[in-house]
């Protein structure tokens, strides 16, 4: 049992450049989500999915692109990187409203360096 | 507008001392309240939870204080150990999102 699985863990990027960052999780989670981890500033939340199909945005989606076709994925697209979005990217995921959606599982995190 | 405020930023405790951490929400509508705990290069795990119809829920080591009419909860470490010393960030929920408070940099010394 994996949990929660992010790729890369590390990436840098330029200025303008693309990228995804990758989120899978087997626990049949209905409910994922990215945050960014800035230091002193906590956990804040860009995108969030409560099942395939469906995804709105959190406190911070400015910059990000979100898409949930499977239950297990959700990638994480930066359009156009900005050294605004140096930060450590974390997935997490839990189950569905009914059965505890605010206990979350945080994956091990991708730390974005943008120049 | 920040709805989680956490105290304080950073603290340094004996072994076997008491460590507390305090957290206050603004928004009436959360209504769960989970402490994570985040060792460095790691995700945050779930350390402890509470809902607003407790006031206190103990495990181990681990008990968290909730006060609803003056909207605060706080985290209370007993006998502090070294293999404590992480990062505690309070949350709130409701409806599957959560809020987090800035977190707290424990540091247990020997």
């Known amino acids: 049992n994996a949990g929660v699985t992010q790729t890369p863990k590390f990436q840098v990027l330029k200025t303008g450049q693309s990228m995804t960052l990758q989120c899978a999780q087997d626990m049949n989670h209905e409910y994922m989500s990215w945050y960014r981890q800035d230091p002193g500033m906590g956990l804040r939340l860009i995108h969030y999915s409560v099942g395939a199909g469906i995804t709105d945005q959190g406190e911070v989606p400015n910059g990000y692109n979100v898409s949930r076709s499977t239950t297990e994925d959700f990638p994480l697209r930066l359009l156009s990187a900005a050294p605004s979005q140096t930060s450590v990217y974390f997935c997490?995921?839990?189950?569905?409203?009914?059965?505890?959606?605010?206990?979350?599982?945080f994956g091990a995190g991708s730390r974005l360096t943008v120049l | 507008q920040q709805q989680v405020k956490q105290s304080p930023q950073s603290l340094i405790v004996q072994k076997g001392g008491i460590s507390i951490i305090n957290c206050a929400y603004e928004?009436?509508?959360?209504?769960?309240f989970p402490w994570y705990q985040q060792f460095p290069g790691k995700g945050p795990a779930l350390l402890i939870a509470?809902?607003?119809?407790?006031s206190e829920k103990k495990e181990g080591r681990f008990t968290i204080s909730f006060n609803k009419s003056a909207k605060q909860f706080s985290l209370h470490i007993m006998d502090s150990q070294p293999g404590d010393s992480a990062t505690y960030f309070c949350?709130?929920?409701?409806?599957?999102?959560?809020?987090f408070g800035d977190g707290t940099t424990l540091t247990v010394k020997p």
């Open positions: 949350a709130a929920g409701n409806a599957g999102k959560s809020t």
């Open positions: 997490a995921s839990s189950p569905n409203l009914l059965s505890g959606a605010n206990v979350l599982t």
């Open positions: 509470i809902r607003p119809d407790v």
């Open positions: 928004n009436t509508a959360f209504d769960y």
